[in-house]
């Protein structure tokens, strides 16, 4: 099975320098090897995301040099 999201992830990575130079903290939309768009707030580029392309995969990322590494719990497993 392929990687949900990987042909726009690699799309990120191929313009991140582009992206910085321009629009460091502002959020990204991507969809597949396109960038349908960059926008000042995470909430305006979800919006136009569902209302480009609906339900489907896109991404929508935060433009930053430095990445921070998501933590995940599972409020499942009890102890």
């Known amino acids: 099975m ?3 999201l990987k042909i726009e992830l690699e799309t990120y990575a191929n313009g991140l320098l582009d992206l910085l130079d321009k629009h460091e903290g502002e959020y990204v939309l991507i969809k597949g090897d396109q960038i349908a768009g960059v926008y000042v707030s995470e909430r ?3 919006r136009e995301g569902y209302k480009l392309f609906g ?3 896109f991404l ?3 433009i930053k040099r430095i990445e ?9 497993i009890r102890f």
């Open 60 to 62: 929508v990322k935060q």
């Open 55 to 57: 339900k489907g995969p």
């Open 68 to 76: 921070e590494p998501a933590r995940f719990t599972s409020v499942l």
């Open 44 to 46: 305006d580029a979800l």
């Open 2 to 4: 392929e990687d949900i």
